[in-house]
C-alpha cells in the first residue's frame, strides 16, 4: 500500500477488506459526482457490506489504527437502487490509484461494471 498519500492508503485499505469479504468492488460515479470514480459495491444484501468486511478486517488481524481508519472512511456511505440489487458507494474513497486486482489494465468504466437491470436505467 503507498503510505505517502493518506486518502489512497485508506481506499486501499477499505478496497482490500471489502474484496477479502468477497465482495466485487467496483469504481462507480454516483448522482452528482460528475463522472468522479469511487469505491463502490453491487449487492443484493447492502445490509451485509460494512459487517462483512469489518469481519473480514478482524479476520486479517487488522491494527486497532486500521480498524478505526477503517470505520471512519466506510461511515456515510451512499446508496442506489439497480432493481432487486443495490449499489453501495462512498464518494470520499476515491477510486483513483487503488489497485483493482481483477481489472489491472482495464479502465472502471461505470456501465460495464453494473448490473443489466442498472445499465438499463442509466442508459
Given amino acids: 500500500m503507498n503510505t505517502n498519500d493518506p486518502s489512497r492508503f485508506v481506499a486501499q485499505l477499505v478496497y482490500e477488506y471489502l474484496t477479502s469479504a468477497g465482495f466485487d468492488v467496483i469504481a462507480y460515479s454516483g448522482r452528482g459526482m460528475f463522472g468522479r470514480k469511487c469505491l ?6 447492502p445490509l451485509n457490506v ?4 469489518l469481519v473480514a478486517a478482524l479476520d486479517a488481524d487488522a491494527s486497532k489504527e486500521e480498524l ?3 470505520a471512519d472512511a466506510v461511515n456515510g456511505a451512499k446508496q442506489d437502487s439497480m432493481g432487486r440489487d443495490a449499489v453501495i458507494y462512498w464518494e470520499d474513497l476515491s477510486a483513483e490509484g487503488v489497485q483493482f486486482e481483477d481489472h489491472e489494465d482495464e479502465e472502471h468504466e461505470e456501465a460495464d461494471e453494473l448490473p ?8
Fill in 40 to 45: 463502490a459495491v453491487v449487492t443484493a444484501d
Fill in 50 to 53: 460494512i459487517p462483512g468486511a
Fill in 68 to 70: 478505526a481508519t477503517f
Fill in 116 to 123: 443489466l437491470a442498472a445499465r438499463k436505467m442509466w442508459a
